[in-house]
């Protein structure tokens, strides 16, 4: 069992910046990639993005150039850093584990952008 938690969310003007953190214990050896999902109100969850036990990210094409993924090994903890937020980003914020078996998610962090 892998266990998430997320922290960070929180209300910000358009352009602004949020850091969100997802902190991971329990068996996280067995993880071979995390994650960051979001889901807004009305719309189906989707993958905002990816990151490899070897660092290797990926992102989806609406955030690339403002959010950026990045994890501490030492601390357990994945970070999504979104800078120049658009009030389309206003979303609960999911963070994930998974390997080869599993899919691991966290209870989610608000985040809203006004305009």
């Known amino acids: 069992q892998v266990q998430l938690v997320e922290s960070g969310g929180g209300l910000v003007q358009a352009g602004g910046s949020l850091r969100l953190s997802c902190a991971a214990s329990g068996n996280i050896f067995s993880i071979n990639v995390m994650a960051w999902y979001r889901q807004a109100p009305g719309k189906q969850r989707e993958l905002v993005a990816t990151?490899?036990?070897?660092?290797?990210?990926n992102y989806e094409d609406s955030v690339k150039g403002r959010f950026t993924i990045s994890r501490d090994n030492a601390k357990n903890t994945v970070y999504l850093q979104m800078n120049s937020l658009k009030p389309e980003d206003t979303a609960v914020y999911y963070c994930?584990?998974?390997?080869?078996?599993?899919?691991?998610w966290g209870q989610g962090t608000q985040v809203t952008v006004s305009s």
């Open positions: 994930n584990a998974a390997n080869y078996v599993d899919d691991y």
């Open positions: 990151i490899t036990n070897g660092g290797s990210a």
